[in-house]
């Protein structure tokens, strides 16, 4: 995390290196993730580069992963603060899939949603398109059509 103009951000490093012929594409992606506000979405601020490597600069979610939560605080955690995550989890979600063109998001996991002070559940994580192209690395978490290669799958929200 760091400051930018008196507001807290999380920086993440991505762990490849920057391609000159992607710049372009980088660029427009910046563009569209810029323009994802809702909720329950992590808020994008940008791309950047540390230490000669490239970084995404999202909001900063103060109590950190489902995950992480979910591990050291089960036994405090009401019901109804679970269901409401799990509603949150899926409004984000569906606010990727209403995108023009939908926005899977292809590596929901606990680890990529992120809770604020006031336990609101926002879906990070979700990537770049380049990316999302170039690999995926998680097959056991893949929805069946994209293993199989059902045409047009790429185009359709494969996250439920």
Known sequence: MCPVS???????????SVNTEQDGNHREEQMFLRTLHHRNIAMFH???EK????????EFASRGSL???????TN???RPQRRSFMLDAATGIAFLHAQDPPLPHLNLKSDNLLLTDNWVVKVAGFG???KR???VQR?????????MGTAGCAECPVDV
Request: glycine share 6%; hydrophobic share 45%; with cysteine.
């Open 76 to 78: 405090c955690l009401s």
């Open 51 to 58: 230490h000669g490597m490239p970084v995404i600069v999202t």
């Open 46 to 48: 940008g791309f950047g």
């Open 128 to 130: 770049t398109t380049t």
């Open 139 to 147: 097959m056991l978490w893949l929805a069946p059509e994209v293993l």
């Open 6 to 16: 008196d507001q807290l951000v999380a920086v993440k490093i991505i762990k490849r």
């Open 67 to 73: 995950r992480n939560v979910l591990s050291e605080d």
């Open 133 to 135: 192209r170039q690999s």
